[in-house]
């Protein structure tokens, strides 16, 4: 199965949410100066997963995946349609309007997209879990 995975490391866990701290540099992994450079940004990103995984404790190094199917749908609903409201909203509204309260009604209409998805904000993490591996199996 294709899928994505990222290090993280286990910095707490409570029941069955284990948070992990992931560690992203970009495009810097592989720099040979990457020790003397400060062009290159590290982010820091803690993830709260639901995990039945018992064997975890804080400090294991573990690896979060997600198959590449559902990170595509997780692009769609985050990227893709929003650029269909906003292209389709600019292109209705040409033939009606001038472009201040085009590019107003536009920008209305990406809030209100974006405040729905995150009114459906546990739907969407039902929708694309993410799984934890020990990064010793």
């Known amino acids: 199965m294709n899928e994505i995975k990222h290090r993280g490391t286990v910095l707490e866990r409570n029941g069955d949410v284990v948070k992990v701290l992931l560690l992203e540099a970009s495009g810097c992994a592989t720099c040979a100066v990457k020790g003397s450079c400060s062009v290159g940004e590290v982010e820091q990103k803690i993830l709260e997963i639901h995990s039945a995984n018992n064997n975890l404790n804080v400090g294991d190094e573990v690896y979060v995946l997600m198959s590449n199917k559902k990170a595509m749908e997780a692009l769609f609903w985050a990227y893709i349609l929003p650029f269909i409201v906003l292209l389709a909203t600019i292109i209705i509204l040409s033939n009606y309007l001038n472009e201040l309260y085009i ?9 209100a997209y974006y405040l729905i998805l995150s009114f459906n904000k546990s739907f969407f993490e039902k929708q694309f879990n993410l799984e934890i591996k020990s990064k010793l199996l």
């Not at 590019?103 to 809030?111: D, F, K, R, V």
């Open 103 to 111: 590019g107003l009604i536009a920008i209305g209409m990406l809030t």
